[in-house]
């Protein structure tokens, strides 16, 4: 793909981006705790961004000490950003927006769009979950699904941001699963599907064969496996 942005999967829903111009950028960095992050991308030192889906503790992951330890800014739906500075996020630090909304960065934007889930943290009420979209200028949109079932708005998004490449939750039990999440390929009409939120923990049994599969009968996207910690763009 003709693309000057960076990309690499670092297991479950963790990846770590970066911008044309060099800005780093992690979303849902569930690194210390994933048993599949490799041991060297665990603790990452240079962040300028961590952009969250939804409260979830294998999405919210390291958060706060990433951004206690970098200054980095952190991007997240209202009510999350809002208990993520009651467990000791700085005002400065916190970026908070809602479903539709875009906020310019740097060299790229961020919109938050919505996924079928749920959110809470630390015990409490997190708002909705979301999906997060990224367009970098004059480059490519990556489109985070989040943690989601199929849902019709999907088709919406791929008209909408057109993104080049998503990354779509394939585990099952907690999200949906292979075949229904080559039907959202189907859907988006992206040009490359990352799978995510798989083999992690022994429930999540979707498999990245059987999505590829599936999504190969139903669209031309195409599906690309990398390791946990492999760069993919
Ligand atoms: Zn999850």
Redesign the pocket.
């Known amino acids: 793909m003709d693309t000057k942005i960076k990309a690499w999967w670092l297991g ?2 963790a990846y770590r981006l970066e911008s044309p111009s060099g800005k780093v950028i992690y979303i ?1 960095p ?1 690194l210390s705790g994933n048993p599949k992050t490799p041991e060297d991308q665990k603790s990452p030192e240079d962040v300028d961004y961590i952009l969250l889906t ?1 409260g ?1 503790e ?2 919210v992951g390291d958060t706060l000490e990433i951004a206690k330890k970098t200054g980095c800014k952190v991007v997240a739906q209202v009510e999350l950003s809002h208990l993520l500075k009651k467990h000791g996020l700085n005002e400065d630090q916190r970026v908070e927006f809602n479903k539709g909304g875009t906020i310019h960065f740097d060299d790229f934007s961020v919109t938050l769009v919505s996924a079928n ?1 749920s959110s809470s943290f630390g015990g409490e009420y997190a708002g909705e979950a979301g999906g997060i979209v990224v367009s970098f200028e004059d480059d490519i949109c990556f489109y985070h699904l ?2 989601t079932n199929i849902f019709s708005d999907l088709e919406l998004y791929g008209e909408l941001y057109e993104p080049h490449v998503i990354a779509v ?1 394939i585990g099952d039990y ?2 949906m699963g292979p075949q229904e999440a080559a039907m959202c390929c189907e859907m988006i009409r992206a040009k490359m599907a990352v799978p995510m ?1 798989y083999g992690t923990f022994p429930v999540l049994t979707g498999s990245p064969e059987d999505f590829k599969k599936f999504t190969g009968e139903y669209c031309e996207t195409d599906v690309v496996i990398p390791e946990p910690g492999e760069q993919f763009l």
């Open positions: 479950h829903s849902d569930f939804h979830h294998d999405h889930h989040g943690d939750p907690y999200t939120h």
